[in-house]
């Protein structure tokens, strides 16, 4: 009876464990901890330029670059997003920098659609 309950105990804490932001941050990575949404982008060229305060989303293929920009703050991503998914910019934005909602909307690329 004991082992019993120590099962469901243990279950139960596993379970608990699902709807936690720490299960939450690791459910958005891949096992080799880079993020389902692509990887910060540090080239010089990028294929867009989003200026944050004159736009709401934007639509792009996966593999692209943008750089967004809010004020004179700038940071670049390349959308390399399992599932081809939206992304809530707030996800992938340094700490502070998206103030308003914002969308990226990514579909497969050229190479993706044989």
């Not at 082992?3 to 720490?22: D, K, W």
């Not at 901890?33 to 989003?50: C, E, H, L, M, R």
């Not at 997003?81 to 996800?91: A, N, Q």
Request: hydrophobic share 45%.
């Amino acid at each position: 009876m004991n082992r019993t309950v120590a099962m469901i105990a243990v279950a139960a804490s596993l379970f608990a464990g699902l709807n936690s932001p720490v299960a939450a941050q690791t459910a958005e990575r891949l096992m080799n901890g880079n993020s389902i949404y692509g990887v910060p982008f540090a080239g010089q060229k990028t294929d867009f330029v989003v200026d944050l305060d004159s736009r709401r989303a934007i639509n792009i293929e996966c593999g692209q670059t943008v750089q967004f920009r809010q004020g004179g703050k700038t940071f670049a991503w390349k959308f390399d997003v399992v599932g081809h998914r939206s992304v809530d910019l707030s996800k992938i934005a340094p700490a502070g920098f998206a103030s308003k909602p914002f969308k990226v909307y990514v579909d497969k690329n050229e190479g993706e659609r044989a």
